[in-house]
């Protein structure tokens, strides 16, 4: 099987080409995601839950051999450094892409000495997505899945949490990995991360990019309607610049998805401009090429919006189109 990249922020995403189809999946079939660009930092110590529980806005009481949480790592402004996955399995453990591994584990390690915890990278294991269309079909390994969202099943060999409705993620001993992902190759139901991309922004489940890390504050990305903050844990780190936007500021922004054509290269980051190219009106948070010059874009934008704008440093004007 030939996989493609695709790189959006100079992250790789891998799809099977052409990328006009790789979205498309077949009815009624389960699919397999290779999300190779996904790794893990294991967090060791008998303090680890009080540790982390100072550096992320998720509950960490909250995350058991059972169940996970889906966080925000801030700076002391307040503004998103990472958005891990926080899993038990044998440790506590981060998910989150590769990219952003070694900034996320310097960043921790300043703290993480006066805890007496250990944050080390995990390179025993690897990461696939699974969408469940039919319980019929195929399984990986044959296994039950976790019931609800932020539920999770794990054993030696493995591990497996549910983000969404019918959207899972794997953690597999990489000496099984061959063996957990043939049947899956041998009936064409095994694809790239760029498509796993596509399902999870549609879900406005959108990625930090190391260019984009520290650029945002958790409301312009809406993670206070999705879980990701919790109000009633005690303190943080950028938890007074939070707790205070979330109750003493108007919101303004809102996370929002469009479909848009362009020519020109995107970059996460980037300004929103209106007509004038004087005014910025939002910036843009994630995106994901769908072929023909089209994208699926997630803008964090002022609510009441213009259709037509631009991005900054760019000549073409962008139209808008509500998904």
Request: aromatic share 12%.
């Amino acid at each position: 099987m030939n996989l493609a990249n695709y790189l959006i922020n100079h992250r790789s995403y891998s799809f099977i080409p052409p990328l006009e189809d790789a979205f498309v999946l077949q009815q009624q079939k389960n699919y397999l995601f290779d999300l190779s660009h996904l790794g893990m930092l294991r967090i060791v110590g008998e303090r680890a839950q009080e540790f982390l529980q100072g550096q992320l806005t998720c509950d960490l009481r909250k995350v058991t051999p059972d169940t996970m949480r889906q966080g925000a790592q801030c700076n002391l402004k307040g503004r998103v450094l990472s958005l891990p996955d926080v899993i038990h399995w044998q440790h506590f453990q981060l998910v989150l892409p590769k990219d952003m591994l070694l900034d996320t584990q310097n960043s921790l390690l300043k703290t993480a000495m006066l805890s007496k915890v250990t944050i080390e990278s995990d390179e025993t294991n690897l990461i696939y997505g699974f969408y469940l269309a039919n319980p019929y079909d195929l399984l990986p390994g044959n296994v039950s899945l976790p019931s609800n969202p932020l539920s999770a099943i794990g054993t030696d060999a493995f591990y497996s949490y549910c983000v969404h409705d019918n959207f899972y993620l794997f953690i597999v001993n990489s000496e099984h990995a061959p063996r957990f992902i043939e049947p899956f190759v041998r009936a064409n139901q095994y694809a790239g991360s760029l498509p796993w991309h596509y399902f999870m922004l549609k879900q406005k489940q959108v990625q930090i990019y190391p260019d984009t890390r520290g650029l945002f504050l958790p409301h312009r990305l809406d993670l206070h309607l999705s879980g990701y903050l919790n109000f009633d844990k005690g303190c943080y780190k950028g938890q007074e610049i939070i707790a205070r936007t979330h109750y003493r500021a108007k919101l303004k922004h809102a996370l929002q998805l469009f479909i848009i054509e362009s020519t020109a290269s995107l970059l996460a980051g980037k300004r929103l401009l209106d007509s004038s190219k004087q005014v910025e009106v939002g910036e843009l948070v994630d995106f994901c090429p769908l072929g023909n010059n089209n994208f699926l874009i997630a803008a964090s934008i002022l609510r009441e919006h213009p259709q037509q704008i631009y991005f900054e440093d760019q000549q073409q004007m962008i139209i808008l189109k509500n998904l």
